[in-house]
Every structure is written in C-alpha cells, then in structure tokens.
T-cell receptor, first 113, second 115 residues
C-alpha cells in the first residue's frame, strides 16, 4: 500500500500560536484524508482532499493538497486548548483494496494555556 | 452518521488467555475494518471483515492469532488469541461512511492491557 510520512511527531505550542503538520509521500496519491484523535478518544474524520492543489478550510483549520499530489498539510490558526490531540493523515486504497486506510505516524499537538 | 459501539471498552488480561471484542453498528454495512493502535503509535489495519466471506488479513496478521467473525451486516467480533504483553493496544473497528464509502467512522475502541 501507499506509505505516507508525517512530521513533526510532536508539537508543543502556546495557546494562540499557529500549528502545522505535514504529510509526504514518494508516490502520487489519489486522495488524502485527515483525522483527529483526542486524548483517550478515537479517530474522527476531518476532511478528504482529492484534487491537485486543493485547499479546504474548516473555521481555523486549513487543509492543502500539493500540486503534485505527493504532500498535504493541515494548518491550525490561533490554536486553542480544544485543539489538543493527535492529527493523522491517511490514504485510502483503491481497486480491490478499496476502502482500506493507511495512516501516517501522527502529530501529537499539545497546547499550553 | 453511523453509531458504532464496542465491547468491552477496556480490559486487563493475563498472558496466554484470549479476548473477544465485539463491534456493533446501527446500520447495515458491507465492510468492517479492524485496526490496532499500539501505545503512542499510529493505527495499523489488521483485517477487513466482509459478511459471508473470510476476513482478509493484512501482512503481519494471521487468522490463528486474530480470528474474526462477521455473522451479519451490523456486527463483527475480533478475538485476540493467546495474548502476550505485546498485544496491549487499542483495538478499533471502523465502517465506511457516505455513499461512496471513501472515509470511515471509528468505534470508541477497546483498550487492552495484557499482564
């Protein structure tokens, strides 16, 4: 399956600072998805990107898919304590493996009030 | 949105024993997925459970260790057999969401500690 590398592994920010996590692949991706897992919780779907250069926004969250469809980023503006958690990118397989997700390593975000 | 429940929510088990985890969905779904999340790690797909056929296991996971049942379109079980401390993880089931089944809903997870 397709592999994705996610960086950084950890990010500590002061409340109000911005945060960005990156997902990179050596091969072209057909899609990329982002999930958030709160401490003690389960992954929750945030967004899916499928088009080259696509940018989507959800309030303070901005998601981008690179022009070459080999990288993606999630940017949070003015972090809040409610943003704490682990952010995962994931790639959905196609063909006979349709639906299966391969997850990046995740970025653990802590926000200091 | 799908509502997924898992039982048990957490358990502490002795090595050498087995634990069966249940996953119940409030709607019929063709595919159900089982993931493992080791402490501080990402999610790794164990297998895909399809109703009426054998589960499809990912590389590194075998049926003898993780037998799966899928008796109907709303229910599945994953058994962790002959457990060792290395099996201490969160086990999550998930189902596709949306008409195109491109993304997934996850259950709340089963937190397993093996002593």
């Amino acid at each position: 399956g397709q592999q994705v590398m996610q960086i950084p592994q950890y990010q500590h920010v002061q409340e109000g600072e911005d945060f960005t996590t990156y997902c990179n692949s050596s091969t072209t991706l057909s899609n990329i998805q982002w999930y958030k897992q709160r401490p003690g919780g389960h992954p929750v779907f945030l967004i899916q990107l499928v088009k080259s250069g696509e940018v989507k926004k959800q309030k303070r969250l901005t998601f981008q898919f690179g022009e070459a469809k080999k990288n993606s980023s999630l940017h949070i503006t003015a972090t809040q304590t409610t943003d704490v958690g682990t952010y995962f990118c994931a790639v959905r397989a196609g063909g006979t493996s349709y639906g299966k997700l391969t997850f990046g390593q995740g970025t653990i975000l802590t926000v200091h009030p | 949105s799908a509502v997924i429940s898992q039982k048990p929510s957490r358990d502490i088990c002795q090595r050498g024993t087995s634990l069966t985890i249940q996953c119940q969905v409030d709607s019929q779904v063709t595919m159900m997925f089982w993931y493992r999340q080791q402490p501080g790690q990402s999610l790794t797909l164990i297998a895909t459970a399809n109703q009426g056929s054998e589960a499809t296991y990912e590389s590194g996971f075998v049926i003898d260790k993780f037998p799966i049942s899928r008796p109907n379109l709303t229910f599945s079980t994953l058994t962790v057999s002959n457990m060792s401390p290395e099996d201490s993880s969160i086990y999550l089931c998930s189902v596709p969401r949306g008409q195109r089944a491109e993304t997934q809903y996850f259950g709340p997870g089963t937190r397993l500690l093996v002593l």
